[in-house]
């Protein structure tokens, strides 16, 4: 079973496409509403099991502050109006779209900036530092971000967003927290990290395509109506992914050194689609669905994006110094907060 979910897990460019197409034909053979029930389990499903790996410790290690600053000031002063102005761009009569895309833009890092930081042999602890910082300040940035941007087109039940954030993010954090320090305690830290912090990834990617399947399946109608609607999101989110991609390269190269500049385009690029996800789909009700469309469209491309990156690292940033060893993070999964 272990074997089966981490093969998912690790192939997420198959595996997220076929979550989506299943959820397209069971929900245009079947009246999918029974779904919505399933909706508050399968976010605890995908975003618990990840609050369990996070370093929370790691945010207090001193260093790389000017690193951390930047990542930051990107991550919340220009990929979020980045997101909103294409939005606008493509989708000026199509709100949810336009919330869609900015959900997908607003909360930065997630485990993917760990791993791909470290397949491409950059600054791992800096990227660990980045996605703690990353999810605490995005979590509680949204709801505000929400209002000031998306505010005047959708009405934005404030409220809602502060409570369901405290609900799949907060909460989850704190007891994930509580459950790592426990295995540690009963299991020993070699064992945990042997055995069991490789399983929960496994166990998030479960609900990360249970909740596309259902986001898929209510949407099914529209979708089988109009196939077309998932062309037209693929060229706003290669652009938003291309410019990122490019911008935080030229600051990276320019502005730090190999292994920093690395660990700045992953923890400003990769966005945490889960929690995005999460929040159209527990918030915004029946028109959550439309919502997660985008956004489950956004897994595809950035999951291909940052593959695609690391072969072009040595040629972008040169090849990392001969005695650093590459290292072995976990693979690339979702369930990080991907």
Do not use: C
């Not at 993917?112 to 930081?117: F, N, P, R």
């Not at 037209?232 to 911008?247: T, W």
């Amino acid at each position: 079973m272990w074997k089966a979910m981490q093969w998912l897990q690790k192939n997420l460019i198959w595996s997220i496409p076929a979550s989506m197409i299943l959820g397209i034909l069971i929900g245009s053979l079947t009246h999918p509403s029974f779904l919505r029930m399933t909706i508050i389990p399968l976010t605890f499903l995908m975003v618990y099991p990840m609050m369990v790996n996070l370093d929370i410790k790691r945010v207090f290690s001193p260093g790389d502050t000017k690193l951390q600053i930047v990542t930051q000031v990107m991550n919340f002063g220009i990929v979020p109006f980045l997101g909103f102005g294409m939005g606008s761009l493509f989708f000026a009569d199509k709100p949810l779209l336009i919330v869609g895309l900015l959900l997908t833009s607003l909360l930065p890092t997630s485990g993917m900036t760990i791993s791909w930081t470290g397949f491409a042999r950059g600054n791992i602890p800096a990227a660990v530092k980045m996605t703690v910082i990353g999810l605490v300040i995005g979590s509680l940035a949204t709801p505000f971000y929400l209002q000031f941007l998306a505010g005047t087109i959708i009405e934005i039940p404030l409220g809602e967003v502060f409570q369901q954030i405290l609900f799949i993010v907060f909460l989850p954090m704190a007891a994930g927290y509580a459950t790592q320090r426990f295995i540690i305690w009963k299991a020993g830290k070699e064992t945990y990290q042997k055995v069991w912090k490789p399983r929960f990834p496994a166990l998030s990617t479960l609900g990360v395509l249970g909740i596309v399947f259902v986001a898929m399946a209510l949407k099914a109608d529209t979708i089988v109506q109009n196939p077309v609607i998932l062309i037209q999101l693929l060229l706003p989110l290669l652009l938003l992914y291309g410019i990122n991609f490019a911008l935080s390269t030229i600051v990276g190269k320019f502005f730090f050194n190999r292994g920093d500049g690395i660990a700045l385009v992953y923890g400003t690029v990769m966005r945490n689609l889960s929690i995005a996800l999460a929040i159209a789909m527990t918030v915004f009700g029946p028109q959550g669905s439309e919502i997660a469309l985008i956004i489950a469209v956004a897994y595809i491309i950035q999951v291909q994006a940052a593959a695609w990156y690391v072969k072009f690292t040595d040629a972008i940033f040169g090849a990392a110094p001969a005695e650093v060893a590459t290292p072995a993070p976990v693979a690339p999964s979702t369930s990080q907060g991907m």
